[in-house]
């Protein structure tokens, strides 16, 4: 049994752990933090997790966090960094779910931040923890990284096609789309239901924070630079991301043994389900549960492959990845507190 500690409990990341932590038979939650709902109590703000949690929300004290063997950070990017050097120095263990250590080029996190990196030894170190690639380092590591959403699926997607060399590498096209709790619980009018619903639309179609990190993610996967394009859209629903990717095949021929390649590269992953070529991945088929689902296509007489690939932004894409990463740092079975299927309807 270990005990976790939570930083910033109050937005849609910091229930999700909680929600999946109140089932996971290794963990007890022994603090969760919000400097604005201190002394609330959780399931008072929570009504789902009534019946699970005593815990009432407290000021982030490093002592105290110190105590626990691991700390999740569910917080806006750029609280994360400034209470690292303190906590690292304490010994403790951190899966970071913001964006502040995901970026190895301080330059480019500052110019997608708009502010300087205030803990950049800990950016060198911290492990990006996209278990698929680097299980190896994230159960050594005393810092992970947890990856982004859009991130997460557009990787997967990409992965076993720059891993065999099977496409161009400069002529990558992700074209996402996600519900609207990927903007976080606070208050947005363009997050209103009556400014989402009924509505589509793309943004940050110029440039997006999680480029970077996607392009990083590419480029170490494929071992050269990579041009990729990438364009996240809003859709009214609230959770569930579906990236429809594209490349162009080196050699057309190779489009007989594709789904082979992304059977055989996922085939031990236990969060990674390719499905039969020419499915179309749905994300209520994910919802609530830590998979990445995708298929394969191939429109007629063309030489582009196309990939579906399909997440819950709230647990593949976030809580549950973090708890996956957790799993992998302290030698508990990686899928332990993250069997149940997804829900529906």
């Not at 899966?95 to 950016?123: C, M, N, Q, T």
């Not at 793309?202 to 170490?220: T, W």
């Not at 594709?258 to 055989?264: G, H, R, T, Y």
């Amino acid at each position: 049994m270990i005990k976790v500690g939570i930083v910033g409990g109050t937005g849609y990341t910091g229930v999700e752990l909680l929600r999946i932590l109140a089932v996971h038979p290794d963990v007890e939650v022994s603090c969760i933090t919000s400097r604005s709902e201190v002394g609330l109590p959780v399931a008072e703000m929570y009504p789902n997790l009534r019946g699970h949690y005593d815990l009432a929300f407290s000021e982030p004290d490093v002592a105290t966090l110190a105590n626990c063997d691991l700390v999740f950070f569910a917080t806006p990017h750029g609280v994360a960094m400034r209470m690292m050097p303190e906590l690292m120095a304490a010994g403790a263990r951190v899966v970071d779910l913001s964006a502040d250590f995901r970026i190895k080029d301080l330059d480019v996190w500052a110019k997608w931040y708009g502010i300087a990196h205030e803990s950049p030894e800990w950016a060198h170190k911290a492990v990006y923890g996209l278990p698929e690639v680097a299980r190896a380092d994230i159960h050594g590591a005393q810092l992970v990284a947890n990856p982004g959403c859009y991130p997460t699926a557009v990787q997967l997607g990409f992965l076993p096609l720059l891993e065999a060399d099977l496409v161009d590498p400069s002529r990558l096209i992700a074209d996402a789309k996600s519900g609207a709790s990927g903007a976080g619980r606070q208050g947005k009018i363009g997050m209103l239901h009556g400014e989402v619903g009924e509505s589509f639309k793309a943004y940050g179609a110029s440039g997006h924070r999680h480029l970077p990190e996607i392009r990083q993610g590419l480029e170490l996967a494929s071992g050269v630079g990579v041009g990729v394009t990438f364009v996240p859209h809003l859709v009214p629903m609230v959770r569930g991301i579906e990236a429809t990717l594209y490349a162009e095949l080196r050699n057309p021929a190779d489009f007989d043994r594709l789904q082979v390649v992304f059977e055989d590269r996922f085939r031990s992953e236990p969060f990674v389900d390719v499905m039969p070529f020419g499915s179309h991945p749905e994300t209520r088929s994910v919802r609530g549960a830590n998979n990445c689902r995708m298929a394969l296509h191939r429109q007629e007489d063309s030489n582009i492959v196309i990939v579906s690939s399909v997440i819950d932004n709230l647990v593949k894409g976030a809580a549950g990845q973090a708890v996956q990463n957790m799993n992998i740092m302290f030698d508990f079975p990686e899928t332990r507190g993250l069997e149940a299927p997804a829900l529906l309807p």
